[in-house]
């Protein structure tokens, strides 16, 4: 390093002094004191360039042999190197980790965390005891096998009081689980309602089963029971059967899509179709043809007992049953929409019907007979006037004839 230097300092100072040029050793004077020479000058920076370019390839030798091994710019972009060993590094790393000891082979075997210690002593003394008879201990031991430790379940919640209060006197209802859908579908302490058992123990089947919130099973129980069972025996008969239009549906209001949970979603409501007697007579509570005082009785025991009633007349979805239910609302409000037609014509009428003979006669009728029998003969003097005066000659007039001016009237 020492003698390129030397070497390019005097080469520096021989070109300047080829030129006539006195650099007093001074590259600084050098620059300054150049008047002309260009070439000179381009020649000792062309040797200092080189000069350096050597010194560098000098010295980066060893960097450029130690990347000579890896692969070219675009390796490490497209991940094709070769693959780096870390084997070791992991080693390392998972010997540094301490670790437990190794339990003692003496040590008493573990069952789901417990010791079996206090079991080993309790069979020392079972046998100390069992040793005269060896048998019986061997019987008892093969008896008691070793059972798995089973996971704790969950309890049930305790029963309501309405499901206390709904026993198998008064309707067939057992329980199921709760049912939590999307939206706020299903509901809690729900029960299936198969039966209704009437006070004299005979049972009137719900058709299909419906599936029920226990309060409105319970409501439903209660109506069959105190109003519809008498009402059937006032008609000669009992009830047989319930006919179940619909019960639980994770649905919208009608069927609508997008519309607001019905409560059919929440197994709070109950369609019911028809009632069934023993005799084989089906009452159809929208039939027009059933009597009048029939179906009124059923739609005031409804309404006093369930919170929405809808039959015919509230809208065409309810045309051809009865739906129920207890939906809660402000100020215990309540809705009983039901109309009780009457029964249609047998025969419709194609012709008015014909007048009674005890019927007063018609006044406006002779009056206008007398009035058309005076116009008829108001015609005829008028035509018999008219030849008389065709017979009478008409005076003639001495005036001259005057011509009509036209006006031509502008506006």
Known sequence: MVIVSRMIRQNASVLACDHGIDMNCSAEKASRKWASGAFGRTAAAMVTVAAGLLLLGLLCDPAFAAKASRSGPWGDLFGIHPPRLRGTVHRAQRAAVPLPRPRPADAPKTESGKTETGKAEA??????????????????????????????TPQPPPPSACRLALTEAIAIAPSIPDIRGAGGCGGEDLVRLEAIVLPDKRQVSVKPAAILRCAMASALADWIRSDIAPLAVRLGSTISDLDNFDSFECRGRNRIAGARLSEHGRANALDVRAL????????????????????????HSACARFSTVLGPGSDWYHEDHIHLDLMERRNNYRICQW???????????????????????????????????????????????????????????????TKKRRHNWRF
């Open 123 to 152: 069979g020392k003394t079972e046998a100390g005891k069992a040793a005269p008879g060896q048998p019986a201990a061997e019987e008892a031991a093969k008896e008691k096998p070793e059972k798995p430790a089973e996971q704790a």
């Open 276 to 299: 069934k007697l023993v005799n084989g007579r089906s009452i159809s509570l929208t039939d027009r043809t059933v009597p009048r005082d029939v179906r009124e009785a059923v739609l």
């Open 339 to 401: 109309d009780v037609w009457d029964p249609l014509p047998q025969k419709a009428p194609l012709s008015p019907a014909e007048r009674p003979e005890e019927a007063p006669p018609r006044e406006v009728a002779a009056k206008s007979d007398a009035a058309a029998g005076k116009s008829s003969a108001a015609p005829a003097k008028s035509d018999a006037a008219k030849p008389e005066a065709d017979a009478k000659p008409k005076p003639a007039t001495n005036q001259p004839a």
